[in-house]
């Protein structure tokens, strides 16, 4: 068995960042496309406003901080973090940051900064947490797997086209979340609890992973040998987790109407059910019944509330009843696909919160995670094309599906599941026909979102079965 060396590992970390540094050079997230932009526009405004105001003003409407002009409406991490990048950008160049004529700013110097930031969170924050993951899963289920799971991850197509592409700074949330998982692999339940409690308050969309965290948290509380143990442990982690709120909140916690503000901003029920045309169970509804015009968006959020509670607690129960780690990463890719297809206000850059189990599951189930992982790419293909991302999204795809073909075909060979195959095989093919024929043939007058709403269904359709796949396997495995 050949031990993996230290300078392989960087190789790949050097790789990775390379096909991120390529990526960047791209069109980016509302590039010219006054007056709003996109979300590179969103995340610079950002380090303007909370350089330029106080705290209390962050989540606050006013004349310097006009909140229907991208106003902030992510936790207060990202608000801290948005003020280091700010007074960073500062020093850089003034005009990056300044108030109120920074609107808009599309230089090419400002485009290295914002990219380099991004770069910068991925060697400080997402790279670490990747490369201590592997390790970490890699003892826990004795896989020798480290090298190709760093791979995966370093290559993965969905995570670098959103964040060194499209503009966002995933890479924060989702390596904060991998520490957290890194954390239960090694038993280490305290740092789980901080470091996922930092996740959640960097991005909001990270409750699609906390029910398996608070199940599996849960169920080492109840495993304890005495009451007083299991009450020793509980107020520990609750503790951690309330005092590492109460430490990121603490300028909002002077009265309510500044908490309510910044709760108003998190969960903005007036938006809507779902924003453009996402690969979730209710836009392909949509389509046959017109959600928005009979539903008003506070009957269609408690609707969406109880399917999403429906469809994610059972995988979450099976977790508490059994507590064994392999039904805790299943149970992460259930209830983070049960989070995008029934929940309320998603976007299609949220399936990278079940990107991220899929790949966590890759050593057990290659072919199925790899066919996951190029429906989530197929999904935003409406977005990319959005960004002027379509040709790096093909290209990264299948510069992935070569990595996969070297590294993991082998062991899909030797389960010999050829029914499995040749359907992937028929996905792979209906993927392919509609995203060339979306870009040769202009939608039909009278339905101009019909190869973007054919793209969600076709992918929602994929989504829906990757989460009864993923409940089927999770059970089978708490029985054996």
């Known amino acids: 068995m050949k031990s993996v060396t230290n300078v392989e590992l960087l190789a790949i970390a050097c790789l990775g960042?390379?096909?991120?540094?390529?990526?960047?050079?791209?069109?980016?997230?509302?590039?010219?496309?006054?007056?709003?932009?996109?979300?590179?526009?969103?995340?610079?405004?950002?380090?303007?406003?909370?350089?330029?105001?106080?705290?209390?003003?962050?989540?606050?409407?006013?004349?310097?901080?006009?909140?229907?002009?991208?106003?902030?409406?992510?936790?207060?991490?990202?608000?801290?973090?948005?003020?280091i990048m700010g007074q960073v950008a500062r020093k850089v160049n003034e005009s990056f940051v300044e108030l109120g004529t920074s609107k808009g700013i599309e230089s090419g110097d400002h485009k290295s900064f914002m990219r380099l930031t991004v770069l910068a969170a991925?060697?400080?924050?997402?790279?670490?947490?990747?490369?201590?993951?592997?390790?970490?899963?890699?003892?826990?289920?004795?896989?020798?797997?480290?090298?190709?799971?760093?791979?995966?991850?370093?290559?993965?197509?969905?995570?670098?086209?959103?964040?060194?592409?499209?503009?966002?700074y995933n890479n924060i949330s989702l390596g904060l979340c991998i520490m957290a998982i890194a954390a239960i692999l090694r038993d280490r339940h305290y740092l789980a609890a901080f470091a996922f409690t930092l996740a959640l308050n960097y991005k909001q969309m990270e409750l699609y992973h906390a029910l398996p965290f608070f199940a599996y948290l849960l169920g080492q509380c109840l495993s304890q040998k005495s009451v007083s143990a299991l009450a020793s442990k509980f107020i520990a982690i609750a503790t951690t987790v309330v005092a590492t709120f109460i430490l990121l909140w603490y300028p909002w916690l002077h009265s309510l109407g500044s908490t309510s503000q910044v709760l108003n901003r998190l969960f903005p029920v007036s938006r809507g059910v779902f924003e453009d045309k996402v690969a979730?169970?209710?836009?392909?509804?949509?389509?046959?019944?017109?959600?928005?015009?009979?539903?008003?968006?506070?009957?269609?959020a408690l609707i969406c509330m109880g399917a999403t509670l429906f469809?994610?607690?059972?995988?979450?129960?099976?977790?508490?009843?059994?507590?064994?780690?392999?039904?805790?990463?299943?149970?992460?890719?259930?209830?983070?696909?049960?989070?995008?297809?029934?929940?309320?206000?998603?976007?299609?850059?949220?399936?990278?919160?079940?990107?991220?189990?899929?790949?966590?599951?890759?050593n057990w189930w290659p072919r199925e995670m790899m066919w996951?992982?190029?429906?989530?790419?197929?999904?935003?293909?409406?977005?990319?094309?959005?960004?002027?991302?379509?040709?790096?999204?093909?290209?990264?795809?299948?510069?992935?599906?070569?990595?996969?073909?070297?590294?993991?075909?082998?062991?899909?060979?030797?389960?010999?599941?050829?029914?499995t195959h040749s359907i992937k095989n028929i996905s792979n093919f209906l993927?392919?026909?509609?995203?060339?024929?979306?870009?040769?043939?202009?939608?039909?007058?009278?339905?101009?979102?019909?190869?973007?709403?054919?793209?969600?269904v076709i992918?929602?359709?994929?989504?829906?079965?990757?989460?009864?796949?993923?409940?089927i396997q999770q059970i089978i495995g708490a029985f054996n």
């Open 280 to 300: 979730n169970f209710w836009c392909s509804l949509n389509v046959v019944f017109k959600l928005k015009n009979k539903l008003l968006n506070h009957q269609m």
């Open 311 to 362: 469809f994610a607690l059972p995988t979450n129960v099976v977790l508490l009843k059994c507590r064994n780690k392999m039904s805790f990463l299943w149970a992460l890719l259930n209830t983070a696909a049960a989070f995008y297809l029934f929940s309320f206000q998603v976007h299609e850059k949220t399936i990278l919160l079940v990107v991220l189990p899929a790949c966590l599951l890759f």
């Open 459 to 471: 992918s929602c359709a994929h989504f829906m079965a990757a989460l009864l796949f993923g409940n």
């Open 372 to 419: 996951f992982l190029e429906t989530a790419v197929f999904s935003m293909v409406p977005l990319f094309k959005k960004d002027n991302l379509l040709l790096p999204s093909i290209t990264l795809a299948i510069i992935f599906y070569i990595v996969y073909n070297i590294f993991w075909n082998e062991k899909d060979e030797d389960r010999n599941i050829v029914q």
């Open 122 to 168: 991925d060697i400080l924050v997402y790279i670490p947490a990747v490369l201590s993951m592997c390790i970490c899963l890699d003892r826990t289920f004795q896989t020798n797997i480290k090298l190709e799971l760093f791979i995966i991850f370093m290559l993965c197509p969905a995570q670098l086209l959103i964040d060194n592409g499209h503009f966002q």
């Open 17 to 83: 960042l390379a096909i991120r540094s390529i990526i960047s050079l791209h069109s980016y997230s509302g590039f010219g496309v006054a007056p709003m932009f996109g979300d590179y526009e969103a995340q610079r405004h950002w380090q303007e406003v909370t350089v330029n105001l106080k705290a209390s003003e962050w989540y606050k409407n006013g004349t310097n901080n006009d909140l229907l002009y991208w106003g902030l409406d992510y936790p207060p991490l990202t608000a801290y973090h948005s003020y």
């Open 431 to 456: 993927m392919a026909t509609v995203v060339m024929a979306s870009v040769v043939l202009a939608a039909p007058s009278k339905f101009p979102d019909f190869w973007s709403l054919l793209i969600a």
